[in-house]
């Protein structure tokens, strides 16, 4: 089964970036499609962003035109650019492997396993 390791979150200031970065273990990372996911205090985990195994990707609409997610199956390794950062932002990111991705499939029910998660914080 695929392990997932989270990389890239901090403290940032609003419009400013981060790169998030999921590193996955095992041999068939360039079959799965990957999400992000994240999940602020007292708030249930909510979709960010997915790319299907063929590169198709989607994206939330709080955050269409701000971030890209794109994936290195040679590093088997899964990113997410995120620019124009905003205090609403600030939440745990996860990032979660999925046999299937489509735009009908991008709750986090159809996801697993996950990673750890890692902490973004955007002051305003």
């Known amino acids: 089964q695929v392990q997932l390791v989270e990389s890239g979150g901090g403290l940032v200031q609003a419009g400013g970036s981060l790169r998030l970065s999921c590193a996955a273990s095992?041999?068939?990372?360039?079959?799965?499609?990957m999400g992000w996911f994240r999940q602020a205090p007292g708030k249930e985990r909510d979709f960010v962003a997915a790319i299907n195994s063929s590169g198709g990707r989607y994206y939330a609409d709080s955050v269409k035109g701000r971030f890209t997610i794109s994936r290195d199956n040679a590093k088997n390794t899964v990113y997410l650019q995120m620019n124009s950062l905003e205090p609403d932002d600030t939440a745990v990111y996860y990032c979660?492997?999925?046999?299937?991705?489509?735009?009908?499939?991008?709750?986090?029910?159809?996801?697993?396993?996950w990673g750890q998660g890692t902490q973004v914080t955007v002051s305003s």
């Open positions: 095992g041999r068939t990372f360039s079959t799965y499609g």
């Open positions: 979660a492997a999925a046999a299937l991705v489509r735009s009908y499939s991008l709750h986090p029910a159809n996801f697993g396993p």
